[in-house]
């Protein structure tokens, strides 16, 4: 059975870090992107980062560039975001998929799971 299950969220302050998982099970993630999404409170879900199967290349929203770094431990089946400097508008649920390859992973659509909620407030 094909499954991704999100871990790490929490409530934190602006400017705070907090660090992602995304365990994958039932498939053999190193031939997949993985890629996180975020959806907030009235608003539609957004790809936030990507990271490729095929050579580890990544892209960022230009919301989070700079300040979220994703990696991947095939290994451990494992996906992480790294989210440091976070600030309010950050606040959010969010998810990870694996699609085939980063390109166009924005519009990436699977059934998703639970996701996790991170919530940037002072």
């Known amino acids: 059975q094909v499954q991704l299950v999100e871990s790490g969220g929490g409530l934190v302050h602006p400017g705070d870090s907090l660090t992602l998982s995304c365990a994958a099970s039932g498939f053999v993630l190193e031939y997949y992107a993985i890629a996180w999404f975020r959806q907030a409170p009235g608003k539609e879900r957004e790809g936030v980062s990507c990271?490729?199967?095929?050579?580890?290349?990544?892209s960022y929203a230009a919301s989070v560039n700079g300040r979220f770094t994703i990696s991947r431990d095939n290994a451990k089946k494992m996906g992480y975001l790294r989210m440091n400097s976070l600030k309010p508008e950050d606040t959010a649920v969010y998810y990870c998929a694996a699609p085939l390859s980063c390109s166009g992973y924005g519009s990436f659509q699977t059934d998703w799971g639970q996701g996790t909620q991170v919530t940037v407030s002072s």
């Open positions: 990271i490729s199967g095929a050579d580890g290349s990544t």
